[in-house]
DNA sequence: AATAAAAAGTGTAAAAGATACACTCATTAT
DNA sequence: ATAATGAGTGTATCTTTTACACTTTTTATT
């Protein structure tokens, strides 16, 4: 490289980058999310979103991944980015710029005993506590992006078990979208989608009767990519 | 600050942060975009994005809203967040952090003096020529969330001029939407949305017979929010 | 053994929204 | 006077979305 073209970087700062991950999950009719209340300082008693720090050798999706597997024990995690947030006091401590990711996960899966470790808790989106740096924010903004997506893509699935009832995939949908949905309307639209699939199993649990347990095929829908659900 | 609370900071490296801006306009029936061919080093002669490097006093949009200013003449641009890419390689020179903004401006109000200046020049997004980094995956990326929010926000007046006849607005949903818009359905509901109001003036430029001028009245919009155009 | 309780499962009709479609009008250039 | 150009306008059909109520199966209770 030329003396040049080496100033053009040169002369510019560094800032520390972040990411910062909402970890969403679907538990007593609620959409939830992993906070930690930080036993460290900085900050240390606040409540936080799970997040770390850009390293050297890795890109932001894989600095995501990581911190996912850290704290919930779980790899290859379905996850988007939300955005990038710069404000220059947004962090007290010092200049750093932080890029929010949402993450879903299937909370019957993961590892809880990580939980006691690093402080975690799981709240409810309806109705969320006193949130450290602009994390309200970021978690507000992810809401509303999954609340975009999920009618129009099959996300919604990775916050289920591999086998679930309609009732509990309607539940999801009412839950995320944040509106009552009727159930014949539902099942009629569900039953358009061939990728969503009748695995034959009844679930005793929920019900006395029992209900159909249905499972979403992924090779399937890839055929199609049609997914239409309100 | 305590000793460990700085080292949460210290511990880490830092990155170089970029904005990248893809700066769209209207014109000729086609959605274009702002290149530069860069007449300096580093990857001189390759066609890039218009960008620049965080500074320590601003916020990325505070950055952004300065290129802009530089390349274009003009504030308080309208501009969204596209999104953040770090791919390890992804600026051979160096490692850059760097998030992407679309902004749409009206080509007519613009400084285009300052064209020469960086060496800028516009080219159609229907065929995009070689361009460097990714910035390629940049312009499609902002090039589908533009299109996906134009139908259902009134974004796209940024890109036409104060007044503007409805051929003038049917062809940018057109063009944008990319697919052909019947007339009459078309101007049903325009006609809907009371805020895209006739102004009295009649351009005698691009018909015989001579058009309205309709404008956007953003107070108007406030008012209802309530958009919905394809 | 009969009954009550709980959630699962199922179809049709009306309303709303989206789409298809063709001619007249006003002006200017020839 | 006429031809050419783009502006402007309404209705009927199709598609999609919404509203709506009862029967079935099983278990727990008496």
């Not at 409810?124 to 740096?133: A, D, E, K, Q």
């Not at 039953?191 to 095929?217: C, P, W, Y």
């Amino acid at each position: 490289m030329t003396q040049k073209a080496r100033e053009y970087y040169k002369d510019n700062p560094q800032f520390y980058v972040a990411v910062d991950c909402i970890i969403f999950a679907f538990e007593n009719d609620e959409l939830q999310v992993l906070l930690q209340q930080r036993n460290f300082e900085p900050f240390r008693g606040e409540k936080t979103l799970l997040g770390g720090f850009l390293q050297a050798g890795e890109s932001l999706e894989e600095a995501v991944q990581r911190v996912l597997r850290i704290h919930t024990g779980l790899t290859n995690i379905y996850m988007e980015q939300v955005g990038t947030f710069s404000a220059l006091d947004r962090d007290p401590g010092a200049r750093v710029i932080s890029t929010a990711y949402y993450a879903l996960i299937n909370k019957n899966l993961y590892d809880s005993t990580l939980l006691k470790e690093y402080n975690g808790e799981w709240v409810s989106t309806n109705h969320l506590p006193s949130i450290h740096f602009d994390h309200t924010k970021m978690i507000e903004q992810a809401r509303e992006q999954l609340r975009r997506k999920i009618s129009f893509s099959p996300v919604g699935f990775n916050l289920l078990p591999p086998s679930f009832t309609l009732a509990q995939l309607q539940r999801l949908y009412e839950v995320i979208l944040g509106q009552e949905i009727d159930k014949r309307n539902f099942r009629k639209r569900v039953s358009e989608m061939q990728f969503i699939e009748k695995t034959g199993m009844i679930d005793k649990v929920s019900s006395r009767r029992g209900a159909s347990l249905f499972h979403f095929n992924m090779e399937k829908y890839n055929m199609t990519h049609e997914f239409k659900l309100k």
